[in-house]
């Protein structure tokens, strides 16, 4: 996976889920979380990233057997995905040409798909999918945008990023509607398992 490093995003309230979504059961028992780590650990990247926030000892325990390196939000209580994005960039060790950005609550990517984008990648262009015309997760950022990740003011979108380089962005057609399925609902989450 030519050193990709992957950030996973699960620092949330889970505020329209009201318990943590990322801790609930998906199809074998394990918890969501686990699912999102296990499709990053089969497409070989290294190193894992988690952004912990709410309930940070919990999922911290649910996904110790992968042993990714932990960084801790702390503003996660402000539900901005940005410092969420920055804690985890600022996590990372050097090395990496380029970094997946996922949310923790999207078990339905597959490792295929993260292969598929990693072989897009090409120094200087960001990464992501597009599904049936819609843009999905995950995003690889090239390192040379980082810096910008890193300058966005609080408030601010990390999609911003990707806009204001949109001519850096490759999307890349995918044949699975997981890049786009997140479980922000117990509705969601429901129609979703067994995906």
């Known amino acids: 996976m030519a050193g990709f490093g992957a950030i996973i995003l699960a620092a949330g309230l889970s505020s329209r889920m009201v318990e943590n979504k990322l801790l609930l059961p998906w199809t074998d ?12 650990v089969d497409a070989g990247v290294d ?15 649910a996904v110790a057997a992968y042993q990714p390196t932990l960084a801790h939000n702390p ?6 995905m940005l410092s969420s994005v920055k804690a985890g960039l600022r996590g990372l060790r050097e090395g990496q040409p380029a970094v997946f950005i996922q949310p ?32 999905g997760h995950p995003v690889l950022l090239d390192r040379a945008f980082w810096g910008d990740m890193l300058d966005l003011p609080a408030g601010a979108r990390p999609r911003e990023v990707l806009a204001e380089a949109r001519e850096r962005l490759r999307l890349v057609d995918v044949d699975d509607a997981g890049v786009t399925l997140d479980l922000d609902t117990r509705e969601a989450y429901e129609r979703a398992l067994g995906c």
């Open 104 to 135: 923790g609550d999207m078990p339905c990517i597959t490792s295929a798909v993260i292969s598929q984008l990693a072989a897009e990648h090409e120094p200087g262009f960001n990464v992501a999918p597009l599904y049936k015309g819609q843009r």
């Open 29 to 40: 028992g394990e918890p969501i979380i686990n699912h999102v780590l296990s499709a990053y």
């Open 75 to 80: 503003d996660f209580a402000t539900g901005e």
């Open 47 to 61: 190193p894992i990233l988690v952004v912990t926030g709410r309930d940070a000892d919990r999922v911290a325990a």
